[in-house]
């Protein structure tokens, strides 16, 4: 079965700092990673897609590297701003099926 | 853009009610997915449709059903609701194929009493 871990759990920054979250899971036999963002009380919305393989994928401030072999992710949200703030969520693709990490919640603070 | 909606935000409904969640996407998608969100849980898959008609068994299908008699709705059928289906419902849909970005509607909150 997938398991998928993010860490940290929670981030607070200041604005202007670079953001790094981390992504992990236990299985490389994935199809593709995927990174959202869900504001408290909403839907995910999402941010990049990488397929198995890439080794990166990039849109605006974030980037997102996938290491399929070591079964890891990094998302990086450079410059981050306090609308940055949100729970950012890993989840890989293993044929139909999402498996999730719990989420990292980042704060950046004015 | 996708646009996946799910027709009621907030529901409250009694124990014992036959509860329906209605998902609808613009896309001409053909897979169509339900997940519940809770606490300390995370995100797990109650069932899937990849064609009209068709549904796979998720990771939590107990107590649930689904329907899916045309390609751009997905229905989620509580026959009879119990207080620990208390939760936050999101639906989402995809192209087929495993390589395809999958879209997530907004939500619903359902609380049973």
């Known amino acids: 079965k997938q398991e998928v871990t993010q860490i940290p759990a929670a981030l607070s920054v200041p604005e202007g700092e670079n953001l790094v979250l981390n992504c992990s899971f236990t299985d490389s036999a994935i199809y593709n990673l995927q990174w959202f963002r869900q504001d408290p009380g909403k839907g995910l919305t999402s941010l990049l897609l990488?397929?198995?393989?890439?080794r990166e994928q990039t849109s605006g401030r974030l980037n997102a590297s996938l290491d399929k072999s070591s079964g890891r992710s990094t998302l990086y949200i450079a410059a981050s701003q306090p609308g940055d703030s949100a729970t950012y969520l890993c989840?890989?693709?293993?044929?139909?099926?999402?498996?999730f990490g719990a989420g990292t919640t980042v704060t950046v603070r004015a | 853009d996708v646009k996946v909606t799910q027709s009621s935000r907030y529901l409250v409904k009694r124990t014992g009610e036959k509860v329906f969640l209605e998902c609808v996407q613009d896309?001409?998608?053909?897979?169509m997915f339900w997940y519940r969100q809770d606490p300390g849980l995370g995100l797990r898959l109650i069932y899937f449709?990849?064609?009209?008609?068709?549904?796979e068994k998720g990771d939590i299908p107990e107590g649930y059903s689904v329907s899916r008699e045309k390609k751009e709705r997905f229905s989620l059928i509580l026959e009879s609701a119990s207080t620990n289906q208390t939760s936050m419902y999101l639906c989402?849909?995809?192209?087929?194929?495993?390589?395809?970005?999958?879209?997530f509607g907004e939500g619903s909150w359902l609380t049973v009493v």
């Open positions: 989402a849909s995809s192209l087929k194929g495993a390589g395809n970005t999958i879209y």
């Open positions: 449709s990849y064609d009209v008609k068709m549904k």
């Open positions: 896309m001409d998608h053909e897979n």
């Open positions: 989840a890989v693709r293993g044929d139909y099926k999402l498996s």
């Open positions: 990488i397929q198995s393989s890439q």
